[in-house]
């Protein structure tokens, strides 16, 4: 489980890392480039850095393929900016959550496709709990407290 302390330090070294791909680093193969999140070890020695690329699979490979040559030159452009004693030693890892995702939305889009009483049930329940919340929101607008009256009567 991660301290506040070490979460913290996951977001500085993402922001830092972020920033010197962003206007440090001259090479080209690394593209456009996000990095998704920083897991540091517990005593600061590692980090896994995730990073999704904008375009094909690829493309993705060349990017991280040059991220990990340039790892030296960030590892020490970042150890200029962090106040810790050792800058932890960065791996670059490609983030597939996003294309996981993707996958099971389609997954159940064609669920949703392939069987028509899924979707009738599942339109059915969005409708209830759409009713239920408007029917909510209506009760609440109407309920008043002796307060509000007050209120209303002193404007």
């Known amino acids: ?57 690829a493309r993705a490979q060349a990017g991280l393929k040059a991220l990990n040559r340039a790892r ?9 900016r962090l ?23 389609e997954i159940i889009a064609s669920l949703h496709e392939n069987d028509p009483e899924i979707a009738i049930e599942d339109e059915a329940e969005l409708i209830d709990e759409t009713d239920d919340m408007e029917e909510s929101e209506e009760f609440e607008e109407t309920e008043e407290t002796p307060e509000d009256t007050e209120q209303k009567a002193d404007a």
């Open 83 to 105: 106040a810790i004693r050792r800058t932890p030693e960065l791996t670059f890892v490609l983030d597939t959550t996003e294309e996981h995702g993707r996958h099971i939305d």
């Open 72 to 80: 030296g030159f960030i590892r020490s452009a970042l150890s200029q």
């Open 1 to 57: 489980m991660s301290s506040i302390k070490q979460k913290r330090l996951e977001g500085i070294i993402r922001k830092d890392i972020s920033d010197i791909i962003q206007f440090e680093v001259k090479d080209a193969d690394v593209g456009f480039v996000t990095i998704t999140d920083v897991e540091v070890s517990n005593d600061h020695s590692y980090a896994k850095v995730y990073v999704s690329f904008l375009g094909k699979n």
